[in-house]
Structures are given as structure tokens and as C-alpha cells.
């Protein structure tokens, strides 16, 4: 199959709803990644987002809604009855934007959405690319991000054609997504609720509007934990290069690595690192990262080290990425990086 990345325009997203609409598959921009949409009532057409991605069908997916009115997805039963605590008040603070709410499954969800678990994850993206096909198509878009399997997520149009060259028809390009990763995934299934994926909105952030404690679920301890959020393997978004997470900001700069800097450093050799936060905006490292991970994956070294992530309030989101995307941990001592394999069990 040819893929086409095309720029945003009305012919393009017509195009775009009518292969939607004849159950394919397209890829869109959305402000956190971009997503690999398909019409989410429809199985046939879900089934082939897992067959593009190479996703286990275990992986559930986030459901994509037109409208932030929780009302409407019960009346068409996308949610059951009756809707949980707090996802009133969360969808209209938060909603377009990038939380996902864990809330019970609606009938007309397939079971491929959502993996079999009588629970859908639903969000409400903000991007005017996005909100433009929701609103034509009039019903829910499934949606992962649109990588390949434990790959890395696409934050620009060319790094959804080298995930998915051949393998989908067409590639909306929107430019680079503004926010850079994923959403926040929210089960409301638990008291209190339980942040299952750190994103750009934080357990304070939510906390604040419900009134009430927001736990955070610790680190998946193993990849065959299937429950409660499959998706939540420990390896994920990880380039083929080995990637080592520092204890202590960087120093040296031995030849045959990559290093990736998070404040800029005097002494660093401008061939081989690259700057998460140039500006000291902690959401610019976020936009970065993927970007950064993927570029570094392609010069073929031997290894790519990280500098530790300050504290701040995308910290734990940033944090949960580079832990599940390293192969392990390293510090510089002796004149040598002394590295510490991460343990996955
Ligand atoms: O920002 C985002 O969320 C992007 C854009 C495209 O919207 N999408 C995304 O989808 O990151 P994906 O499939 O890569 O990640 C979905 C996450 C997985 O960790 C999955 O396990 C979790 O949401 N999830 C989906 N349905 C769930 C459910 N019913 N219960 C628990 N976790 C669920
Ligand atoms: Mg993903």
C-alpha cells in the first residue's frame, strides 16, 4: 500500500473521513502524539489498527469523542450508566485536552476497543485537526499513538511515515504536536481515582478541581501484569539503541555515544548531544523528547545517555517515558560510565 502524507485542507480532510468512513485506517495530529484513527464502532475497521501497529489485541484503546458532553456518550451508549464520580466536573475543566478518563464500557463499544475489559478509556483531544474530524464524522475515532508496537510515539508526520510506511493510506500532517507525549490516562473506577499514565495533566491539577486525593499508580513492576491497564508495559516507547538513564547531569562526553543534555553545558561536543529544554520551560522538554529520542536512534551509536529530570510539574510524566524507554541506569565514575541493566521483573 502507498502512503500519503498530506497537508491539512478541506479536499484532504474530506479525503480523510471518507477513508475513515469506508473502515481504513488514517493518521492524524492531536496536541500530545499523533494518533492511528479508525472508526471506533466499527470492529473491522479497529481490528486493522492492531494489525497495522502490530499491537496485542490485550493493549486497549482510547476512544476519541466529537463532544465533551458525557450525557451524549450515555444516550449513545458509548458510556454505561450511571456516569462515576467527578468525570462531570473533569470532562468540562479538562475536556478538549489531554486526559483520558477510565470509565465503564458502553454497548456499541466493541470489545476490540477496549480488550475485553468492561471499562473504555475516553478522551477529548484539542487540535483543530482532530476536532474538525470528530465533528464531520459526527462519532468516536479509536485512536493509539501511531507507532509501531514498543516504539516510540510520532510527534511529526515523518515520524508517523517511518513507523507506518506501507501499512496505511494516509498521513494528515498537521505539523509537530504541540504538547509531545501522551495523554493522562484516569481510572474513575477506583476511590480515589488512580492515574494509571502521568501526562501533562497532573494528580494536583485534578485533585484541585475533585477535592480529593488522586493516587498514582506505581511503576508496572512486569510486562505480564496484564491488569488493570495492559497497556502499561514496562517496555514501551523505546528506541533500538540502548538507552541509559543518568543518576548525575553529564560530564564527560566519551566518542561512540549520544547524550542528551537537559540544561545546556559549556563543555558539551555539539556533535553528539542534543538539548531537551533549551529555554528552561519544562513543557518544551516534553515537546522534545520523542523527537529527540528518535533522532538519536538514528545515528546508530552504541548507546544514548540522559541527563536525570529535574523536578517540576511534568517531571513524573516525563520520568515514566525515559524509565520504560531505557535499557537501564549509568553513572560516570573512574573515568567510565559504570551501567546497571534495568530490572523488568
Ligand atoms: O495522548 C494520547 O492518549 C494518544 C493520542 C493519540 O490520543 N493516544 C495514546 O494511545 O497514547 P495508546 O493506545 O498509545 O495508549 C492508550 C493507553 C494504554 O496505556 C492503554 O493501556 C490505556 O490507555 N487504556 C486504554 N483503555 C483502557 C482501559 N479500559 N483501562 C485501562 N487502561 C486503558
Ligand atoms: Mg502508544
Given at each position: 500500500?502507498?502512503?500519503?502524507?498530506?497537508?491539512?485542507?478541506?479536499?484532504?480532510?474530506?479525503?480523510?473521513?471518507?477513508?475513515?468512513?469506508?473502515?481504513?485506517?488514517?493518521?492524524?495530529?492531536?496536541?500530545?502524539?499523533?494518533?492511528?484513527?479508525?472508526?471506533?464502532?466499527?470492529?473491522?475497521?479497529?481490528?486493522?489498527?492492531?494489525?497495522?501497529?502490530?499491537?496485542?489485541?490485550?493493549?486497549?484503546?482510547?476512544?476519541?469523542?466529537?463532544?465533551?458532553?458525557?450525557?451524549?456518550?450515555?444516550?449513545?451508549?458509548?458510556?454505561?450508566?450511571?456516569?462515576?464520580?467527578?468525570?462531570?466536573?473533569?470532562a468540562k475543566k479538562f475536556w478538549p485536552g489531554?486526559?483520558?478518563?477510565?470509565?465503564?464500557?458502553?454497548?456499541?463499544?466493541?470489545?476490540?476497543v477496549t480488550a475485553g475489559l468492561g471499562t473504555?478509556?475516553?478522551?477529548?483531544?484539542?487540535?483543530?485537526?482532530?476536532?474538525?474530524?470528530?465533528?464531520?464524522?459526527?462519532?468516536?475515532?479509536?485512536?493509539?499513538?501511531?507507532?509501531?508496537?514498543?516504539?516510540?510515539?510520532?510527534?511529526?508526520?515523518?515520524?508517523?511515515?517511518?513507523?507506518?510506511?506501507?501499512?496505511?493510506?494516509?498521513?494528515?500532517?498537521?505539523?509537530?504536536?504541540?504538547?509531545?507525549?501522551?495523554?493522562?490516562?484516569?481510572?474513575?473506577?477506583?476511590?480515589?481515582?488512580?492515574?494509571?499514565?502521568?501526562?501533562?495533566?497532573?494528580?494536583?491539577?485534578?485533585?484541585?478541581?475533585?477535592?480529593?486525593?488522586?493516587?498514582?499508580?506505581?511503576?508496572?513492576?512486569?510486562?505480564?501484569?496484564?491488569?488493570?491497564?495492559?497497556?502499561?508495559?514496562?517496555?514501551?516507547?523505546?528506541?533500538?539503541?540502548?538507552?541509559?538513564?543518568?543518576?548525575?547531569?553529564?560530564?564527560?562526553?566519551?566518542?561512540?555515544?549520544?547524550?542528551?543534555?537537559?540544561?545546556?553545558?559549556?563543555?558539551?561536543?555539539?556533535?553528539?548531544?542534543?538539548?531537551?529544554?533549551?529555554?528552561?520551560?519544562?513543557?518544551?522538554?516534553?515537546?522534545?523528547?520523542?523527537?529527540?529520542?528518535?533522532?538519536?536512534?538514528?545515528?546508530?551509536?552504541?548507546?544514548?545517555?540522559?541527563?536525570?529530570?529535574?523536578?517540576?510539574?511534568?517531571?513524573?510524566?516525563?520520568?515514566?517515558?525515559?524509565?520504560?524507554?531505557?535499557?537501564?541506569?549509568?553513572?560516570?565514575?573512574?573515568?567510565?560510565?559504570?551501567?546497571?541493566?534495568?530490572?523488568?521483573?
Amino acid at each position: 500500500m502507498k502512503t500519503r502524507i498530506v497537508p491539512i485542507s478541506a479536499s484532504s480532510l474530506r479525503e480523510a473521513c471518507q477513508i475513515l468512513q469506508g473502515g481504513d485506517l488514517v493518521a492524524f495530529p492531536t496536541e500530545t502524539v499523533y494518533g492511528l484513527g479508525a472508526l471506533g464502532l466499527r470492529s473491522d475497521a479497529v481490528q486493522k489498527i492492531f494489525h497495522a501497529k502490530g499491537r496485542p489485541s490485550t493493549d486497549p484503546l482510547i476512544l476519541h469523542l466529537p463532544s465533551p458532553d458525557l450525557n451524549q456518550a450515555v444516550t449513545h451508549h458509548w458510556m454505561a450508566a450511571p456516569i462515576p464520580p467527578f468525570a462531570n466536573e473533569l470532562a468540562k475543566k479538562f475536556w478538549p485536552g489531554p486526559l483520558t478518563m477510565v470509565v465503564p464500557k458502553g454497548a456499541k463499544v466493541p470489545l476490540e476497543v477496549t480488550a475485553g475489559l468492561g471499562t473504555v478509556a475516553l478522551r477529548v483531544p484539542a487540535h483543530p485537526v482532530a476536532e474538525k474530524l470528530l465533528q464531520v464524522l459526527g462519532e468516536p475515532l479509536a485512536a493509539p499513538s501511531a507507532n509501531r508496537f514498543g516504539r516510540i510515539s510520532p510527534t511529526d508526520a515523518s515520524a508517523v511515515l517511518q513507523e507506518l510506511e506501507g501499512k496505511i493510506p494516509l498521513i494528515l500532517d498537521g505539523g509537530p504536536c504541540p504538547h509531545g507525549i501522551e495523554s493522562t490516562v484516569l481510572s474513575l473506577l477506583s476511590d480515589p481515582p488512580t492515574i494509571l499514565r502521568p501526562g501533562s495533566i497532573t494528580a494536583e491539577m485534578i485533585s484541585q478541581i475533585i477535592q480529593t486525593e488522586v493516587l498514582l499508580r506505581s511503576q508496572p513492576r512486569d510486562s505480564k501484569s496484564a491488569l488493570p491497564s495492559p497497556g502499561m508495559l514496562e517496555n514501551h516507547y523505546a528506541p533500538q539503541t540502548p538507552l541509559y538513564l543518568c543518576s548525575a547531569p553529564i560530564e564527560s562526553f566519551p566518542s561512540s555515544y549520544q547524550f542528551i543534555l537537559y540544561h545546556r553545558r559549556a563543555a558539551s561536543p555539539q556533535a553528539q548531544t542534543y538539548l531537551l529544554c533549551p529555554d528552561g520551560n519544562p513543557s518544551t522538554a516534553a515537546q522534545n523528547l520523542y523527537r529527540i529520542l528518535r533522532e538519536a536512534d538514528q545515528v546508530g551509536s552504541q548507546a544514548i545517555f540522559i541527563d536525570p529530570i529535574p523536578d517540576s510539574p511534568w517531571a513524573p510524566a516525563l520520568r515514566d517515558r525515559l524509565h520504560r524507554a531505557s535499557a537501564g541506569t549509568a553513572n560516570w565514575a573512574n573515568g567510565q560510565w559504570n551501567l546497571r541493566p534495568r530490572e523488568t521483573t
